[in-house]
């Protein structure tokens, strides 16, 4: 409940800011200055290949459980922050996904009480190094967890402002073309599911992530693969939440 309610109460100050701002009571800064809303969650928690028609276009069949893997908390960044490059990386791949974050923690969360232990929902890119995630023998975590890989934003939504998040439009956009236009209501295991599964397994706590799975169209299934490259800028929207919008630039030197 106390969690609701801080929820509650930090979008009755986001909606009241705008007035604040224009009276001078409170200073106002360029959203590109925004860092990420959780900036070092406990846990990141992905569900691959969770959408049918992605399925699809990696000629593979859709799963029968969720298939889980992390990212590490080193990889996140915020909305409007450069994504890097690392110097190992050619096939740089991007992932406009749902991310949930956790406000009531707990284990073994029953599917039809799931979503009151949500807090609320952000975007989130959740770019790849495709090499390195399969070609050394499935290496997700690695490929998956570069430093930088997962900027999410611009804000959390609260989960009262989204009573169903099977119904949200998600896109991806580099450098203003349109690469990824899915849906929620196409994912295989719905949010619910997802938290239920995930905490069958261990404990959810207060600011772990949920990344829910992305909707087709990513670079690995096309051919020739789009990659992203150095200076583009990859552009994740749920239109219920906001955008994200993130500048691919070169690691220069190892540890830029």
């Keep these: ?73 080193t990889s996140i960044r915020g909305p409007f922050d450069d994504v890097v490059r690392p110097l190992e990386v050619a096939d740089l791949d991007y992932e406009a996904e749902l991310c949930v974050v956790i406000g009531t923690g707990g284990r073994r969360i029953p599917r039809d009480r799931a979503l009151a232990h949500v807090a609320g929902y952000t975007c989130a890119n959740d770019v ?47 450098d203003g073309i349109l690469r990824q236009n899915g849906s929620t209501a ?17 404990t959810l706590e207060p600011g772990d992530l949920i990344l829910t799975g992305t909707p087709a169209g990513v670079a690995m299934g096309q051919t020739p693969s789009p990659w992203l490259q150095p200076g583009q800028l990859c552009e994740v929207e749920i239109p219920a939440i906001g955008v994200i919008a993130n500048r691919i630039v070169a690691e220069v030197t190892a540890g830029y």
């Excluded at 295989?188 to 397994?201: M, Q, R, T």
């Design 128 to 174: 790849s190094a495709r090499t390195a995630q399969f070609e050394p023998g499935d290496q997700w975590l690695r490929g998956k967890s570069f430093d930088t890989f997962c900027p999410i934003g611009p804000w959390i939504v609260s989960a009262d402002a989204i009573p169903d998040p099977q119904a949200l439009t998600l896109r991806c956009r580099v």
């Design 186 to 202: 196409d994912m295989i295991f719905d949010v619910a599911a997802l938290i239920s599964y995930v905490s069958d397994a261990f």
């Design 1 to 73: 409940m106390a969690t609701r309610e801080l929820a509650v109460a930090a979008r009755s100050a986001s909606e009241a800011l705008p007035d604040l701002v224009a009276r001078g009571a409170a200073p106002s800064y360029p959203l590109y200055a925004l860092g990420p809303p959780v900036p070092r969650p406990g846990k990141i928690v992905c569900a691959g290949r969770n959408y049918a028609e992605h399925a699809r276009e990696l000629g593979e069949d859709a799963p029968t459980h969720p298939i889980l893997f992390a990212k590490l908390a």
